[in-house]
């Protein structure tokens, strides 16, 4: 085992709880050598906690109101920006050395440590517009120095779409351009509503997806799922085969390694 680099995701209530739950387990049952780390916030209930802790190596609570005094200061001039102030706190995670940040959203198809060859800032194209980077799956390396500078940029600039997303691609606006070894491939961040966008593609490359990324809504575990016929409950929003084929995956993992620790 790697103990000086991690997986890092993040939730900020119960129902997001269940998202980071199926990404451990899936990174875990790929057999992964990095440590597993959960940021949370004070909403998340004290049973999901431990049960957090049954996948995760560390649950760390991470405050935005009151842990770091520059977070409180940042926020009190850009209110707007929550969970973002929340995501970025990534980097003061500096008992490691290197991390893969992942969103709740996503899931491991497969072992993905090869992630970790990478250096800070790399990341997939976003699939509405690829000169940006998606934030949803990303390597960095924990810094106080990076993580103050992100927050600076922040309070002064803001961000262009309210979001993590669009405070980091100003931040490291030079990734479309500097070295394509910081552009991750597609696999490594299948945006879901990518699929029905170039199914052609698709066709091509999907069975080489190595991390789906449940992007927009619905979310998984916002969608009902049928455990007699193994299947997806379908929606208007959710129609196209492929598609639903991870959304029945994600249950999978969720029915048979999530659903006994919280019942
Ligand atoms: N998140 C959270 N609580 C929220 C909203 C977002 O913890 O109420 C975290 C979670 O890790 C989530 C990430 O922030 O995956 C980004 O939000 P989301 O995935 O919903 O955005 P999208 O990928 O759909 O743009
Ligand atoms: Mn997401």
Not at 53 to 75: H, I, K, P, W, Y
Not at 157 to 171: R, T
Not at 177 to 206: E, R, V, W
């Amino acid at each position: 085992p790697v103990t000086d680099q991690a997986f890092v995701t993040l939730c900020t209530n119960n129902t997001y709880c269940q998202g980071a739950l199926v990404l451990g387990k899936s990174l875990r049952n790929h057999e992964t050598s990095r440590k597993l780390v959960v940021m949370i916030t004070s909403p998340v209930s004290a049973r999901m906690r431990t049960i957090l802790g049954n996948v995760f190596d560390e649950v760390l609570e991470v405050d935005t109101l009151d842990s770091a005094d520059l977070v409180r200061l940042s926020l009190l001039k850009r209110p707007e920006l929550g969970v973002t102030f929340t995501k970025i706190q990534c980097w003061t995670l500096t008992q490691y050395t290197k991390c893969v940040y992942m969103d709740a959203d996503t899931i491991a198809l497969r072992n993905i440590d090869e992630l970790f060859d990478r250096e800070e800032f790399s990341a997939a194209p976003d699939s509405g517009w690829p000169d940006c980077f998606n934030s949803g799956v990303f390597v960095f390396r924990p810094s106080l120095e990076t993580f103050g500078r992100l927050l600076q940029y922040a309070e002064d600039n803001g961000s262009f779409d309210g979001g993590d997303q669009g405070l980091l691609n100003s931040f490291f606006s030079n990734w479309a351009t500097a070295d394509i070894s910081k552009h991750l491939p597609f696999i490594y961040n299948l945006s879901i509503s990518s699929i029905y966008t170039y199914i052609p593609a698709f066709k091509q490359f999907g069975s080489e997806a190595k991390v789906v990324h449940f992007i927009g809504t619905p979310k998984p575990w916002s969608c009902k799922y049928n455990p007699q016929t193994k299947w997806i409950v379908e929606e208007e929003a959710l129609n196209g085969h492929q598609h639903l084929l991870f959304f029945v995956h994600w249950w999978e993992i969720y029915t048979s390694d999530i659903l006994p620790f919280l019942t």
